[in-house]
């Protein structure tokens, strides 16, 4: 990811941190790790992914400068959107795959409490949300480079 990326989630106070100390009892060095918001394409570990880079869709380069937290909502949106119709989406809590039909409504929620972190729901299941979200630990996420979609492209 980008730094400046990083910093944009910093200034809008995204970022989480922790710190780590090595095992190795001769280093005392301790390591600062940062963790930026990620995106859930579903529960599965594999289907995590960083957060998108306007950058990477031909948003100028200081498009970033001028994005607030709604913004960025709705580019992250925009990306699910075109995640879900390419079948890559599916609910956090019943594991479904989701499409852009009507039939099944689903949401791209935020999730702000112990972990940054973009997700899709469908409405009917969001009550049991938190119960699937307890346990995770942010920094045990190793997340995949987020799919370029072509005609997202501006
Ligand atoms: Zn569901």
Redesign the pocket.
């Known amino acids: 990811m980008r730094n400046e990326l990083l910093t944009w989630f910093a200034r809008e106070g995204m970022l989480l941190s922790s710190a780590t100390s090595s095992d190795d009892p001769d280093d005392d060095e301790i390591k600062i790790v940062v963790k930026p918001p990620m995106i859930a394409l579903s529960r599965a570990s594999k289907d995590f992914r960083e957060c998108p880079d306007p950058l990477d869709f031909g948003y100028p380069e200081s498009s970033l400068e001028m994005m607030n937290i709604d913004d960025m909502n709705q580019f992250v949106m925009e990306w699910l959107e075109h995640a879900v119709a390419a079948g890559m989406g599916r609910?956090f809590?019943?594991n479904?795959i989701l499409d852009n039909s009507d039939e099944k409504p689903w949401d791209a929620v935020l999730i702000t409490r112990d972990i940054y972190c973009w997700l899709l729901?469908?409405f009917?299941?969001k009550r049991y949300l938190s119960r699937d979200l307890k346990g995770r630990n942010p920094f045990e996420v190793a997340a995949d480079p987020p799919e370029i979609f072509g005609d997202m492209c501006i």
């Open positions: 609910c809590v019943c479904q729901v469908h009917d299941c």
